[in-house]
């Protein structure tokens, strides 16, 4: 296997140092946290933002439950089906 630093996105087999990798990043996280802080600003957004956390949460929640109940039904009929031999 290759090492990591050896390969590159653009499949180059040149190294990428590790610092030009770190400082990479770090500009991406930054534009990330400028994006963030932008949208986050606004106030009409940040409510469109809980909403739909809100939506997801619940059907999150929603299909964590449809699938407890139906492991529960798969583990009784295997109960019942082992229990008729």
Do not use: C, W, Y
Not at 20 to 31: I, W
């Amino acid at each position: 296997m290759e090492d990591i630093q050896e390969q590159s996105v653009s499949g180059n087999k040149k190294p990428m140092s590790p610092l030009v990798s770190g400082v990479a990043g770090a500009v991406v996280g930054a534009g990330l946290a400028v994006a963030t802080t932008k949208i986050l600003s606004d106030k009409k957004m940040r409510g469109k933002i809980k909403d739909t956390f809100t939506s997801v949460s619940h059907t999150i929640a929603k299909s964590v439950s449809k699938a407890r109940e139906k492991a529960m039904e798969m583990r009784e009929a295997a109960e019942h089906k082992s229990k008729g031999r």
